[in-house]
């Protein structure tokens, strides 16, 4: 059984983006390995820094990813806050790492351009991410595409922290998601965040009717052909129904048969969305009510991730002579 691991950053709510690219996949993958995932609250502080508003995002990612189906009777699910060990091994690793190797990173250069300050945090931000990923030893990193000069500098401090100070840490492999499967928003560039363009399966009926109505379309008349694969609309649905469904092959139809309006299609996809997240919006529901429980639920997976990252901590001091 792999061991595998994987970091959502804390920045609001998850939104249908978040799932079909991340939150999904981590759901598959604990029912056969032995899955770490962790809420990356210390790197949230290189761009939230207003303490009521990271609280509340890391809150609303636990209560989303648990919503969603992570189940932490079958993974490690945990806040990077709870585990201070990585800082100190993110120090150990700073230690090693040439500042020639931060320099070549893009990720900071865009960031800063987007309006985030240039702090030292936010330079070493792949130091951190090297921190988390090795104190799990895991065999298999799964991430989307942009993250892929992080997972390269993980196993490069890695093997250079080898080198110096003898074997300490498992060089872990990079699994990384398809570019294609960047799923649209309502205004059809790629869903996310910082473009307000979000569906949130979790909001309440009405508003959730309304977001998906909003999606954009083509002014192809109701009584005519339409293209299905090209249109936002049924991209969501196909994502969330699955491709080889055959409720998508039968919107497909709908499509090119015209004589159907695009509201229909929305109508479709509303549908879709609160059949297959109906449990999913109880369980939020329920989460919501009951903070003791999601409190305790990650009290508990940091515990279990303390047992292993505090061996690896232990393991990386002694080489280093700090032990
Ligand atoms: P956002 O762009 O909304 O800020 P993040 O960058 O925090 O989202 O993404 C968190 C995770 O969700 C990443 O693993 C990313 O690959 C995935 N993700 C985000 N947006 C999409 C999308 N539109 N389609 C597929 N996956 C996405
Ligand atoms: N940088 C990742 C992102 O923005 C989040 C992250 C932090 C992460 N530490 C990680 C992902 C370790 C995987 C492994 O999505």
């Known amino acids: 059984m792999a061991r595998v691991l ?29 899955l770490f995932v962790f809420i990356a609250s210390y790197h949230a502080l290189t761009s939230t820094q207003d303490a009521d508003t990271l609280r509340q995002h890391v809150r609303e990612a636990a209560m989303d990813a648990l919503a969603f189906g992570l189940d932490p009777e079958r993974c490690v699910f945990y806040r990077q806050q709870d585990v201070p060990q ?3 091994l993110a120090w150990l690793l700073s230690c090693v790492c040439p500042k020639s190797l931060m320099d070549k990173q893009v990720a900071y250069k865009d960031k800063v351009d ?12 792949p130091v951190l991410q090297a921190a988390d990923i090795l104190a799990v030893d895991p065999d ?9 000069q992080n997972i ?3 196993r490069d401090l890695a093997e250079k922290f080898n080198r110096v100070f003898g074997q300490t840490f498992t060089v872990p492999e990079g699994r990384y998601r398809q570019d294609g499967a960047a799923l649209p928003g309502i205004d059809g560039e790629k869903m996310s965040k910082s ?9 309440p009926e009405k508003a959730l009717r309304k977001r998906v109505m909003k999606i954009v379309t083509d002014s192809t008349p109701v009584e005519d052909p339409k293209t299905p694969e090209t249109d936002v609309t049924f991209q969501l649905f196909s994502a969330v129904a699955g491709a080889d469904d055959p409720a998508t092959s039968e919107l497909a139809e709908r499509y090119r048969a015209g004589g159907m309006g695009y509201g229909h299609a ?5 549908e879709l969305l609160m059949d297959r997240f109906g449990a999913a919006r109880k369980r939020r529901e329920e989460l919501a009510e009951d903070p003791g429980h999601v409190e305790r639920v990650l009290a508990d997976g940091a515990e279990r991730a303390r047992a292993v990252i505090g061996g690896v901590t232990e393991r990386a001091r002694k080489a280093a002579g700090l032990a």
């Open 114 to 125: 987007k309006g985030l300050s240039a702090s030292l945090g936010l330079y070493a931000y």
């Open 266 to 270: 929305k109508q479709s996809l509303f």
């Open 6 to 34: 994987s970091g959502v950053q804390p920045s609001g709510r998850l939104h249908l983006g978040n799932y079909c690219g991340a939150i999904q996949q981590f759901v598959e993958l604990q029912r056969e390995h032995e």
């Open 140 to 148: 298999v990193v799964p991430v989307g595409k942009d993250q892929k």
């Open 152 to 154: 390269e500098i993980a």
């Open 195 to 203: 473009y307000g363009n979000t569906i949130n399966v979790f909001e």
């Open 86 to 88: 990585v800082t100190e």
